[in-house]
């Protein structure tokens, strides 16, 4: 009986198969164990003398069909996926079959090596790439590993293969990888590598990243749960600069093969531009607006009564009315804290243009905005530190400009419960707005849920959402607030929240009392403070 089906795609007919087969020529392996599927442009193509037995099948034009096709004619027990321009290492067939000898429930997978000019930017982010995919196979635990699968050095069980429904949407190679996941498959990495048969060229890699695109976009609308784990999931970072450039990349106003040679310079914003292209052309256009731009998470503290002056920390209760004149305006889509948890608990998108409002500490202050927001008709939320309520900020500032929140008047019972029947929805900012990560385990459980129990006991509510005082939050801290109960957690860290962003560990965009109208609005627009911080500046 044969043991190992060597399945060779040749890209579709449009490479010839000739650089893989003469190196499975110089295999160390008993030629009676294994058998060579070539899929080939046409049946009955030429190929080298070889040891194993050699089947050439007609190509579909789509890969994963043909990998299909070849799976369908396979007799071996085991089957190993190689394409034509990759040179497999002497040892590789018997590493792999080693690999299935144990049990019928592995998955084996080897590296790639990238071959090229040293000096080729293009040659070293795709070796870079490879070496962090490898690395995070070797630590994946649980059933991860789905997550770093490729159709190239690939091993497994056909029935296995069979059972999880091949290549076939929707996912490609992650697709197949997710369903063997969930048939209890764990996955081994082999040591073995296959090699490029040549440069790697920019047309080729642009290719692959715009089927990976397509691929993870078309299991996403499969698995919805799958979604958090994909590279899609993660809005647009880095400068401003570099974002505007991908969103325009992204957009298709460029054509790729027009980027061949800046390619070899900035591979890496090219090649995620041809993922996003990929996305781009299987995604509705709700779908596509939902995953390119995150969630924006507004930050407010304290509201200034009239005659007190602007700061950081305090923004004029004004400023603030024609800030959600503004968002009414230009159609900005404001929700809820808890509803945004809530879409991401039922692994949902947020509309687009989201948008959630938050107020830090529970100021008296704060109540001056409760009838512009229930003019609007926006929900709010409020982090209020327990053991404060209805006294003064007593806490640590550690920043000259916050000295106009120094003694601050904080709202009292009465007044939290007034919001709460209007609509504000109230979250916990700890018992005494401590720095959290300075505490012993039992001081952070009692500053996490003893807040949160204070607060309900006193609101007759629930509470579901945190904020962490100055921001200040690491492993241990994010780990107390899900034993809590909570839904999520806040920080300070800026940016926009994807599908991506750990619940417990959200961003936000601090509005400060200085801020324009226009600071206000490239603030929200651009994800970052870097465009309001310049206008500030010039003013």
Same mark, same amino acid.
């Given at each position: 009986?044969?043991?190992?089906?060597?399945?060779?795609?040749?890209?579709?007919?449009?490479?010839?198969?000739?650089?893989?087969?003469?190196?499975?020529?110089?295999?160390?392996?008993?030629?009676?164990?294994?058998?060579?599927?070539?899929?080939?442009?046409?049946?009955?193509?030429?190929?080298?003398?070889?040891?194993?037995?050699?089947?050439?099948?007609?190509?579909?034009?789509?890969?994963?069909?043909?990998?299909?096709?070849?799976?369908?004619?396979?007799?071996?027990?085991?089957?190993?996926?190689?394409?034509?321009?990759?040179?497999?290492?002497?040892?590789?067939?018997?590493?792999? *079959?080693?690999?299935?000898?144990?049990?019928?429930?592995?998955?084996?997978?080897?590296?790639?090596?990238?071959?090229?000019?040293?000096?080729?930017?293009?040659?070293?982010?795709?070796?870079?790439?490879?070496?962090?995919?490898?690395?995070?196979?070797?630590?994946?635990?649980?059933?991860?590993?789905? *997550?770093?699968?490729?159709?190239?050095?690939?091993?497994?069980?056909?029935?296995?293969?069979?059972?999880?429904?091949?290549?076939?949407?929707?996912?490609?190679?992650?697709?197949?990888?997710?369903?063997?996941?969930?048939?209890?498959?764990?996955?081994?990495?082999?040591?073995?590598?296959?090699?490029?048969?040549?440069?790697?060229?920019?047309?080729?890699?642009?290719?692959?990243?715009?089927?990976?695109?397509?691929?993870?976009?078309?299991?996403?609308?499969?698995?919805?749960?799958?979604?958090?784990?994909?590279?899609?999931?993660?809005?647009?970072?880095?400068?401003?600069?570099?974002?505007?450039?991908?969103?325009?990349?992204?957009?298709?106003?460029?054509?790729?093969?027009?980027?061949?040679?800046?390619?070899?310079?900035?591979?890496?914003?090219?090649?995620?531009?041809?993922?996003?292209?990929?996305?781009?052309?299987?995604?509705?256009?709700?779908?596509?607006?939902?995953?390119?731009?995150?969630?924006?998470?507004?930050?407010?503290?304290?509201?200034?009564?009239?005659?007190?002056?602007?700061?950081?920390?305090?923004?004029?209760?004004?400023?603030?009315?024609?800030?959600?004149?503004?968002?009414?305006?230009?159609?900005?889509?404001?929700?809820?804290?808890?509803?945004?948890?809530?879409?991401?608990?039922?692994?949902? *998108?947020?509309?687009?243009?989201?948008?959630?409002?938050?107020?830090?500490?529970?100021?008296?202050?704060?109540?001056?905005?409760?009838?512009?927001?229930?003019?609007?008709?926006?929900?709010?939320?409020?982090?209020?530190?327990?053991?404060?309520?209805?006294?003064?900020?007593?806490?640590?500032?550690?920043?000259?400009?916050?000295?106009?929140?120094?003694?601050?008047?904080?709202?009292?019972?009465?007044?939290?419960?007034? *919001?709460?029947?209007?609509?504000?929805?109230?979250?916990?900012?700890?018992?005494?707005?401590?720095?959290?990560?300075?505490?012993?385990?039992?001081?952070?459980?009692?500053?996490?849920?003893?807040?949160?129990?204070?607060?309900?006991?006193?609101?007759?509510?629930?509470?579901?959402?945190?904020?962490?005082?100055?921001?200040?939050?690491?492993?241990?801290?994010?780990?107390?607030?899900?034993?809590?109960?909570?839904?999520?957690?806040?920080?300070?860290?800026?940016?926009?929240?994807?599908?991506?962003?750990?619940?417990?560990?959200?961003?936000?965009?601090?509005?400060?009392?200085?801020?324009?109208?226009?600071?206000?609005?490239?603030?929200?627009?651009?994800?970052?403070?870097?465009?309001?911080?310049?206008?500030?500046?010039?003013?």
């Amino acid at each position: 009986m044969t043991e190992l089906s060597v399945i060779v795609t040749a890209a579709c007919g449009f490479s010839p198969p000739g650089v893989c087969l003469a190196a499975l020529a110089r295999q160390e392996l008993d030629p009676g164990a294994a058998e060579v599927v070539v899929l080939h442009g046409a049946a009955g193509a030429r190929v080298p003398r070889l040891p194993f037995p050699v089947r050439v099948l007609p190509a579909p034009r789509d890969v994963d069909a043909a990998r299909d096709a070849g799976v369908a004619q396979a007799a071996g027990r085991v089957v190993l996926f190689l394409d034509a321009g990759v040179v497999p290492a002497p040892g590789l067939l018997a590493e792999h *079959l080693a690999a299935h000898m144990s049990g019928p429930d592995a998955v084996a997978l080897g590296p790639i090596a990238v071959r090229g000019r040293a000096h080729d930017g293009l040659r070293r982010h795709l070796a870079e790439a490879e070496r962090g995919r490898c690395t995070r196979l070797a630590e994946a635990n649980g059933s991860s590993w789905w *997550l770093e699968l490729t159709s190239v050095n690939l091993s497994l069980p056909r029935a296995a293969l069979l059972a999880a429904g091949g290549f076939g949407p929707p996912g490609g190679a992650r697709g197949l990888g997710r369903r063997l996941a969930h048939l209890g498959l764990r996955c081994r990495a082999l040591a073995t590598p296959v090699a490029t048969g040549g440069a790697p060229s920019f047309r080729a890699a642009a290719s692959a990243a715009r089927d990976a695109g397509r691929a993870d976009a078309g299991l996403a609308a499969h698995a919805p749960a799958a979604l958090s784990e994909l590279p899609l999931a993660c809005p647009p970072s880095g400068r401003l600069r570099a974002r505007l450039a991908g969103r325009l990349l992204a957009n298709r106003v460029i054509p790729l093969r027009a980027l061949a040679a800046p390619a070899r310079v900035w591979p890496d914003p090219l090649l995620t531009a041809a993922y996003w292209r990929g996305v781009r052309g299987v995604a509705d256009r709700d779908t596509w607006r939902r995953l390119r731009r995150g969630t924006a998470i507004l930050m407010y503290h304290g509201l200034g009564t009239r005659g007190e002056p602007p700061s950081r920390f305090v923004v004029p209760a004004r400023r603030f009315r024609r800030h959600m004149a503004w968002l009414r305006w230009s159609r900005w889509r404001v929700i809820g804290l808890e509803r945004y948890l809530d879409l991401r608990a039922r692994h949902e *998108l947020p509309p687009p243009r989201s948008v959630v409002i938050t107020f830090d500490d529970g100021y008296a202050d704060t109540a001056l905005a409760r009838d512009v927001l229930e003019r609007h008709r926006f929900p709010a939320t409020v982090f209020v530190v327990s053991d404060c309520v209805g006294g003064r900020s007593s806490w640590e500032l550690d920043r000259p400009e916050a000295g106009a929140l120094a003694r601050r008047a904080m709202l009292g019972w009465p007044e939290l419960r007034e *919001l709460a029947r209007a609509g504000v929805e109230l979250g916990a900012h700890s018992r005494t707005h401590a720095r959290l990560t300075r505490l012993a385990p039992a001081e952070l459980e009692e500053e996490v849920r003893g807040a949160r129990a204070a607060l309900e006991l006193g609101l007759g509510r629930p509470v579901t959402t945190f904020a962490y005082p100055y921001g200040d939050q690491g492993p241990d801290v994010r780990r107390a607030a899900a034993r809590g109960g909570l839904k999520g957690a806040v920080g300070v860290r800026a940016g926009l929240n994807g599908a991506a962003t750990c619940r417990y560990d959200l961003r936000r965009l601090e509005i400060r009392g200085t801020d324009s109208l226009l600071g206000f609005a490239l603030t929200l627009w651009s994800g970052d403070r870097w465009l309001g911080d310049r206008l500030a500046r010039r003013r």
